[in-house]
């Protein structure tokens, strides 16, 4: 138990062969509940949560998977078939790999199981194989994928089966590392809790605790009692602590459900008194965090009802304004007068605007690109960019707020937009082949909206910055600058 690594750092050829070694890191956190989430607290009820997610692997499973494969010798070398969906094949793949430098890990999948979960596994570098049939088999049924597994590695000398139903390797693991931590850390633990499984955890510490304190209550395990817990509440107690800073998956809220069933039903019985310490009058109980709550968030949301979560303001924007952004599409109005007239092109910004006239037909500049003028007809005769197309929006006017500062603007724009794109109403000429396209409004931002719509389309779309405010603002500032040379 002694680790000189209390610093916690990783160096050299080995590193992570230490990084995954429990001997080469300081004991995993053990922290007590706060007062909202320990109900016993008032009858000297101390609750610690034992983060086995610490772990470098994120889960408790990393621990039999790595003593599994140092059991093992040269089978650990082999290809590796597991029936397994989560941490434990997950964990046995990347130790394997860390240890010895085998990556060829077969992780045998229910057809069932969720996309997410394959994408798990794919993403960690395992093999995926499905089977059909039930998704749970019973370890003893010859017709499951665990025989199938055990009997691949029997009939099959290159074939390595952890089993971790049936190895002794799993609660080993417990025995220790896990059990001694705790002791070690809470030598006054009156209860341990954690959930059943592959039961190696439970067994492994309760063999481990009872040994060297026969008086401690093992929950979850056939040594004391066992408890049946419904899934609802390990998920909406996980989540509980995992919004109050301990972060863990449904076994965990599993795990301190049981405690606190037990807890109750001893409180009832006038029997709570039997499991405090003598020196301190105090009832300490360990339950495990196991693993993270990240691969199970979609039965999160299927298992708890709406009000356990805050509703998403604005959902409407999930199907509105779903195209990409780039600042570089955003350009001044200098550079807009380049692009239009050239790169050369150094000329007073004023010479470039037509004031107080009618809508002209469209006549073009003098290069390919198109220049579209979103704002209303009437303040497009009082002033516009020579050359531009009058492409009115219903949704825009000058008291228009910038879409992104108003939702039903955002909506309505995108949809506008979207419509005149549809109907070719911007102009036939204007598609992924003929070439930029300008656009202006009044200050930049509905041009934004529009310039992200035509770039999904393929279409090489820029927006004025500032739109013709700015436009208007830079021709004031040369003709000022041109009466005072």
Not at 47 to 56: E, Q, R, S, W
Not at 179 to 196: A, D, H, R
Not at 267 to 278: G, W
Not at 301 to 315: A, M, S, T, Y
Request: proline share 6%.
């Amino acid at each position: 138990m002694a680790c000189p690594n209390l610093l916690n750092v990783y160096k050299g050829p080995g590193s992570m062969q230490d990084y995954f070694d429990p001997d080469s890191q300081p004991p995993l956190p053990l922290v007590e509940l706060p007062n909202t989430l320990n109900p016993f607290r008032r009858d000297n009820v101390r609750i610690y949560a034992k983060m086995m997610t610490a772990l470098p692997a994120q889960n408790i499973k990393a621990l039999p998977a790595l003593n599994m494969l140092q059991e093992a010798g040269s089978s650990a070398r082999k290809t590796i078939v597991e029936p397994s969906s989560g941490s434990t094949v997950t964990s046995i793949a990347m130790i394997s790999r860390i240890l010895y430098q085998n990556s060829d890990v077969h992780a045998y999948v229910s057809n069932k199981t969720e996309e997410s979960r394959l994408r798990t596994l794919q993403f960690f570098g395992l093999k995926v194989v499905l089977y059909g049939g039930p998704s749970q088999p019973e370890i003893s049924d010859p017709r499951g994928a665990i025989a199938k597994a055990h009997r691949m590695a029997e009939e099959n000398d290159n074939v390595f089966n952890p089993g971790q139903y049936e190895n002794d390797g799993n609660p080993a693991a417990h025995i220790r590392w896990t059990g001694p931590q705790l002791l070690k850390q809470l030598p006054e633990i009156s209860v341990f809790c954690t959930g059943m499984g592959s039961a190696g955890c439970v067994t492994g510490t309760g063999m481990y605790l009872k040994k060297y304190k026969p008086s401690v209550a093992i929950v979850g395990a056939v040594v004391d009692s066992v408890k049946e817990i419904n899934s609802v509440d390990a998920y909406r107690l996980s989540m509980s602590l995992s919004r109050e800073g301990l972060i863990c998956g449904p076994s965990s809220g599993m795990a301190l459900k049981g405690l606190l069933d037990f807890l109750q039903e001893a409180k009832a019985e006038e029997k709570l008194h039997e499991y405090a310490d003598e020196s301190s009058g105090e009832i300490s109980c360990v339950f495990l965090c196991c693993d993270l709550p990240y691969q199970y968030l979609n039965g999160y949301f299927q298992k708890l009802g709406e009000n356990d979560f805050h509703p998403i303001v604005n959902r409407n924007l999930m199907s509105v304004d779903t195209d990409m952004y780039d600042l570089n599409w955003e350009i001044n109005s200098q550079e807009a007068m380049k692009m239009l007239y050239g790169r050369d092109w150094s000329g007073s910004m004023e010479t470039k605007l037509c004031r107080n006239q009618s809508t002209p037909p469209y006549s073009g500049s003098s290069s390919l690109i198109r220049l579209l003028d979103l704002r209303s007809s009437e303040d497009f005769s009082v002033v516009h960019i020579s050359g531009a197309m009058s492409k009115p929006l219903d949704s825009l006017t000058a008291a228009t707020v910038s879409p992104f500062d108003d939702v039903q603007v955002l909506e309505m724009q995108w949809r506008d937009l979207k419509h005149k794109l549809r109907i070719h109403d911007f102009s036939g000429q204007i598609n992924p082949v003929s070439g930029p396209v300008i656009v202006v409004c009044y200050h930049g931002e509905t041009a934004r909206l529009a310039c992200s719509i035509m770039r999904a389309q393929n279409i090489e779309a820029y927006s004025i910055k500032g739109g013709m405010s700015a436009v208007i603002d830079t021709a004031q500032v040369d003709s000022i600058g041109a009466n005072f040379p």
